[in-house]
């Protein structure tokens, strides 16, 4: 009788301890509040924009409005509604060119119609002429991994611990998506793909200046901007990029001088959410705000998408739009001395810092200005390429973002759990303050271990709390041998801390599926595209396992682990919300649904057994 008093006793303490780790686990994984500019301040900007005098106002209706009805709204003012681009059509987003004297007179009378969500005038966003250095001529002799030529004068790769990164994690399977002047990533007509982008796989490009969809670039930045993101690297020529394997979606919303409107732009982050991008970069911005270019943003956020975002080369204490959104992060610029620069925007809604470089000076002493140096076009001519070194927030946005997808590629999709893996893992240099870096100086090694590590370490923590519950609740002393204790580990979280102990070896793709839990192994199955998948995020994989197997009698203690292990990697999905089920709404109450299946098939093997 005693001993049955002491098990419920010690039953109710694991059930209590779970519950409590639950908790933690539940605010610890709360990303912090949003930082972006208050509504006030965003109203602000807006008032200061009216002096604009723009030709075009840009319309955005509800998405169920008729084209009888838009043909009203025509009529009624007098205006053409065209569509922004063909990718409008299933958002209702139009343009109208309308005489300046009755500009504001139409806005007033379109925000009387219910249909009209948003009326506005349209606007450009530029690019900021950044100063560009060629590269050396001659490589100097580089032995030094990864082995391109003139990595040697990528400090910038250096400086956020790539070279650690890059052992660690690729990206592979995730796709960015590039809102600039379009890539060199095809030969056609007068362009042609710049050397050290030939194996990177592009996906899914779009013109929105000419609406088209051939998006290559005509300018020389949007190309310098996707090679800092994903040039090849370790293929013995040119340069490295950040994330080696992803895939880039080249999207051209600024045109060949480096503007465009901010309608192109909002409609292309629709078109990236929609069609599959995991991460956004918009190395451009501008001092004024836009609902229609907010709203976009949001969108993409709600979509699961990290939005990153140059802060602004103004050198003022105040970020430029879209940088300031709520939902985007917001990225100052350093150089090799890790200050941030002269021309580096900052300020209270600053999330994080980045490499931009500063053509200007040799810091490091090497003979080569301190830019950020990538292939590209020759500015302004896309039947030349060369490397060149260029400054700006626009070339620190591209590390946070490549290093961004390095952490999606780990299955961490959500991406207010993306944005604070940044920030918790930021390095803060010396002279830091949160105005001038925000969390500080981005750290790829850092941010990649964490993402991998950390979840791991929660993972295992709630699955071991609730097999030990689970078996006290059976009030039945159970000899389930080693096998139990390997199953927890390896439906939980895996060798989740073999990255600390070895790299090289973790990176390894049968070994580097075995430092995740069992339901994460959908990033090895599908990529990360498809991480979240409804059949591995669920008791069938553990099920079908356990129906094979249960005949065998030595293997039910590790039949019995094997579910409470995925039960807790579950139960961690459900409270933390790093990530997202496919396809499930209510996905949370979807994985405790199905953690507490798994914990009651445990149970019952416990109960019913007769191990050997």
């Keep these: 009788m005693g001993e049955k008093s002491g098990q419920r006793g010690r039953s109710k303490i694991l059930w209590v301890l779970l519950l409590v780790a639950m908790l933690v686990v539940w605010f610890y994984f709360q990303p912090d509040e949003q930082n972006g500019a208050t509504r006030s ?72 119609h219910s249909e009209v969500e948003i009326a506005e ?38 400086q956020i611990n790539m070279p650690a990164a890059w052992k660690l994690a690729d990206g592979e399977g995730v796709t960015v998506a590039v809102l600039d002047t379009g890539v060199a990533y095809e030969n056609y007509g007068p362009f042609h793909m710049v050397e050290d982008l030939e194996g990177v796989q592009m996906v899914k490009p779009y013109d929105f200046v000419k609406n088209t969809t051939h998006a290559n670039d005509d300018h020389g930045h949007g190309t310098h901007v996707a090679g800092t993101i994903a040039q090849a690297t370790n293929n013995g020529k040119g340069v490295a990029g950040v994330a080696r394997n992803v895939k880039i979606m080249p999207l051209k919303v600024l045109s060949g001088s480096g503007s465009g409107s901010t309608g192109g732009i909002a409609d292309a982050i629709r078109y990236a959410a929609d069609e599959g991008a995991q991460v956004i970069n918009m190395s451009l ?49 350093t150089q090799f001395d890790r200050s941030t620069t002269f021309y580096s925007n900052y300020g209270k809604n600053l999330d994080i810092a980045a490499p931009g470089g500063n ?23 896309p039947t030349k390429s060369d490397y060149f070194a260029f400054m700006g927030t626009s070339m620190a946005s591209p590390h946070a973002a490549g290093v961004a997808a390095l952490i999606v590629g780990e299955g961490v999709s959500n991406p207010d759990a993306v944005e604070q893996i940044l920030k918790d893992t930021a390095m803060q240099p010396q002279g830091y303050s949160a105005e001038r870096y925000g969390a ?90 498809g991480h979240g998948n409804l059949i591995f995020f669920s008791a069938l994989l553990p099920l079908g396992v356990v129906a094979l197997l249960f005949g065998i009698g030595k293997l039910r203690g590790a039949l019995a682990g094997l579910s409470l292990g995925v039960a807790g990697h579950l139960l961690f999905h459900a409270l933390a ?24 098939v445990a149970a019952v093997i416990i109960r019913r057994r007769n191990l050997a």
């Design 440 to 529: 500080g100086l981005i750290d790829a090694e850092a941010a990649v271990l964490k993402a991998r590590s950390q979840t791991g370490a929660w993972q295992l923590l709630l699955a071991g709390l609730l097999a030990g519950a689970v078996m006290a609740s059976t009030r039945k002393r159970v000899a389930l041998g080693a096998g139990f204790g390997g199953g927890v580990l390896f439906g939980a979280s895996g060798l989740f801390f073999l990255p600390y102990i070895s790299a090289s070896l973790s990176s390894l793709p049968i070994v580097d599926s075995l430092t995740r839990g069992v339901p994460a192994w959908d990033l090895a199955v599908l990529g990360a595209s």
């Design 121 to 158: 005038p349209d606007a450009m966003i530029m690019i900021d002429p950044s100063d560009m250095v060629a590269a050396p001529l001659i490589d100097a002799e580089w032995a030094g991994f990864p082995n391109d030529p003139k990595y040697q004068y990528q400090w910038h790769m250096g």
């Design 285 to 333: 911005g501008g001092p004024f705000p836009s609902r229609v270019l907010e709203k976009a943003v949001k969108y993409a956020h709600a979509k699961g998408v990290t939005v990153i975002c140059a802060a602004g080369n103004d050198g003022k204490k105040k970020l430029g739009y879209p940088a300031a959104y709520a939902g985007a992060v917001a990225v100052a610029a």
């Design 359 to 381: 053509t200007r000076v040799d810091q490091n002493g090497d003979g080569q200005p301190d830019g950020v140096l990538q292939n590209t076009i020759v500015v302004g001519d």
């Design 577 to 600: 919300s790093v990530s997202d089920v496919q396809y499930m709404r209510a996905d949370s109450l979807w994985l405790m649904a199905n953690a507490a299946v798994l914990a009651g």
């Design 41 to 112: 301040e965003i109203e602000a900007d807006r008032m200061a924009a009216l002096g604009a005098d723009p030709d075009d106002i840009l319309v955005d209706l509800a998405d169920d409005v008729s084209a009888a009805q838009v043909a009203a709204i025509e009529s009624e003012l007098g205006i053409d509604l065209v569509l922004v681009s063909d990718q409008s059509a299933d958002e209702q987003f139009y343009r109208a060119h309308v005489p300046a004297e009755r500009r504001d007179a139409i806005l007033a009378a379109l925000s009387k």
